[in-house]
């Protein structure tokens, strides 16, 4: 009697398997949690943070560029796993007028944090500052006209007193006004800590030693962290 009911029992588990596949053909667990894994563990693509600034960014006097603030928080960010790469495209001399000058090139690459560190060498030399002000707002409006979702942040600068304090209050105001018109994030003051610090700064008494640079690094990190 058993063995006549197999033929039919058989029958009737193909036809339940049938029924249960819907037609499509049965799923490799293995193989598919295999490839979610492979899919989890994908790198993610990296976004470009760039520093566009003067001698400050470009690590002036230092040894070893690694030890410039920028490869300092390019550290920061890998210890911490970000998904970011730093640029750095400082350019010791340069001035607001220079830099509005050289965006352009330097943004045929994609930029997504944009990093601006301008004005000091203006001061120094007593360009106007409305001069001053418009240059860094041409550079910030064709970093947004590149990428509309980039986000910028704004380094703020002071003058030595001897610039008079007209000027070196009007200089100094121009940046938190900048930053509020754009609604950009601020620093402050970059060198906030190291300025007339003499043993956080070289020789000259204006370019931060490896040490200087560990505390601007800080100054930009406390305001980057959050964009990030």
Sequence with gaps: ????????LFGFFILFLAACNNGQKPVDKAAAEKE?????TKPAEKMTILFFGNSLTAGYGL????T??????QKRI????????VVNAGVSGETSSGGNSRIDWILKQPVDVFILELGANDGL?????????????????????????VKIILAGMLV???????????????????????LT????????GVAGEEKLNQGDGIHPTVEGHQMVMENVWAVLKDVL
């Design 185 to 192: 994030p601020f620093i402050p003051f970059i060198l906030e």
């Design 78 to 85: 890998d210890s911490l796993g970000l998904p970011y790469t």
């Design 125 to 149: 030399r007593g360009i106007p500052f409305t001069e001053t002000e418009k240059n860094l707002q041409s550079i910030i409006d064709k970093v947004k006209a590149k990428n509309k979702n």
């Design 36 to 40: 979610s894994l492979r899919d989890s």
């Design 63 to 66: 040894e070893d560029p690694a």
């Design 68 to 73: 410039a603030f920028p490869s300092l928080i």
């Design 160 to 182: 030595p007193p001897n610039m008079g304090p007209d000027y070196s209050k009007a200089f100094k105001d121009l940046f938190p006004e900048l930053a509020k018109k754009n």
């Design 1 to 8: 009697m058993l063995n006549k009911k197999l033929p039919v």
